[in-house]
């Protein structure tokens, strides 16, 4: 890549993951490795439910977030993103404006405890219930 060049997504994906292989545990970085795996093999295929297989592993927080990370370099093609606590650990990412927006993030949080009471109000197990 040279210098006043701008990174692709897949350039960006793999510094970004460089970086995580130098500082996260061995296991923990290779727990994230096939969870991304399988969160790229979800999106490939069609359909609008995609579902990553966990297994008995359960990742820890910070696989949790490096995941949404990567997930979301994959998508925006930039790094420039915050990860967001929505209360009763759930998290988001946003973009840097929206994340340091306290009306924006507020209307997240709002949404978010919206969607776990309309889980638990119709009898189902929210996805941050489970464990």
Do not use: C, K
């Not at 297989?53 to 949404?68: A, D």
């Not at 340091?100 to 709002?110: F, L, Q, Y």
């Amino acid at each position: 890549m040279a210098d006043d060049a701008v990174p692709t997504r897949a350039e960006l994906v793999r510094l970004y993951l460089d970086t995580l292989r130098a500082r996260m545990d061995p296991d923990e970085f290779r727990l994230l490795g096939r969870l991304l795996s399988g969160a790229v093999g979800s999106l490939a295929d069609p359909g609008d439910r995609h579902v990553v297989e966990v297994g008995e592993q359960q990742p820890s927080r910070q696989v949790q977030e490096e995941f949404l990370a990567v997930l979301s370099i994959v998508a925006t093609g930039t790094v420039e993103h915050r990860l967001v606590d929505l209360g009763d650990g759930a998290v988001t990412v946003l973009d840097v404006d929206a994340a340091e927006n306290p009306e924006a993030v507020g209307r997240m949080r709002e949404w978010a405890a919206r969607q776990r009471g309309e889980g638990a109000g119709a009898g189902e197990a929210g996805a941050g219930e489970a464990g």
